[in-house]
């Protein structure tokens, strides 16, 4: 069963467990102003959907990595709404805009993570002491607690540290991921701690 829950003014999330995956899946929803960035959406029940279109109008919707296409061209179709998908998705999304390093969507600046799954973005929101949303590379869930991508589903774990690494040049309190709970407080210094463990 999907769950929704407004985590702050500026962000919304959404969860359920996918059986197939035999993994929690979750959606990030940025909030600025009356628009909302929608960051790797799976289905919301009707209910769910009525509380995020309360939120602002659909303007985009962001993948972070090729294995997060999820249900965006749903989402996409139903809001008339563009998709940023990384480069390794464009035969799936043909219609997609394709993430470039430096490249920024409104005020989110799109960074590359070479080494996690194909095509791994994380995404920084400068905004309210900083935000950054992140695909596999990081994870957040029982029993693993806080945690790289396991070295099984990287394409170089050691390349994805390195990569992770240029995230501690930036500024933020916060951490949204694909597969966890968000980490609200001291997110940066508990991922500057994770690097050096």
């Given at each position: 069963?999907t769950?929704?829950?407004?985590?702050s003014?500026?962000?919304?999330?959404?969860?359920?467990?996918?059986?197939k995956l035999?993994a929690?899946?979750?959606?990030t929803?940025?909030?600025?102003?009356n628009?909302?960035?929608?960051?790797?959406p799976?289905?919301?029940?009707?209910?769910?959907?009525?509380e995020?279109?309360?939120?602002?109008r659909?303007?985009?919707?962001?993948?972070t990595?090729?294995?997060h296409?999820?249900?965006?061209?749903?989402?996409?179709?139903?809001?008339?709404?563009p998709?940023?998908a990384?480069p390794?998705l464009?035969a799936?999304?043909?219609?997609?805009?394709?993430?470039q390093?430096?490249?920024?969507?409104g005020?989110?600046r799109?960074?590359?993570?070479?080494?996690a799954?194909?095509?791994?973005?994380?995404?920084?929101?400068p905004?309210?002491a900083?935000t950054?949303?992140?695909?596999?590379?990081?994870?957040?869930?029982?029993?693993?607690?806080?945690?790289?991508?396991?070295r099984?589903?990287?394409?170089?774990?050691?390349?994805m540290i390195?990569?992770l690494?240029?995230?501690?040049d930036?500024?933020f309190v916060?951490?949204?991921f694909?597969?966890?709970?968000p980490?609200?407080?001291?997110?940066r210094?508990?991922?500057?701690s994770?690097?050096?463990?």
């Open positions: 069963m769950e929704f829950a407004r985590i003014p500026g962000y919304a999330l959404w969860h359920t467990y996918d059986r035999k929690e899946l979750f959606s929803a940025l909030v600025a102003g628009e909302l960035t929608v960051i790797d799976i289905a919301l029940l009707p209910a769910h959907r009525i995020l279109e309360s939120l602002g659909v303007a985009r919707i962001v993948i990595n090729a294995n296409a999820r249900d965006a061209t749903t989402f996409a179709h139903c809001y008339s709404a998709i940023f990384p390794e464009s799936e999304l043909p219609h997609s805009h394709s993430l390093v430096a490249h920024t969507i005020r989110l799109v960074i590359r993570i070479e080494g799954a194909e095509g791994e973005f994380a995404l920084y929101h905004d309210d900083g950054l949303i992140v695909g596999d590379a990081l994870i957040n869930f029982d029993p693993h607690g806080f945690t790289l991508l396991p099984k589903y990287c394409t170089n774990q050691k390349q390195q990569s690494r240029k995230l501690l930036l500024y916060r951490i949204f694909a597969h966890g709970n980490i609200m407080i001291r997110a210094e508990q991922l500057e994770l690097l050096d463990s």
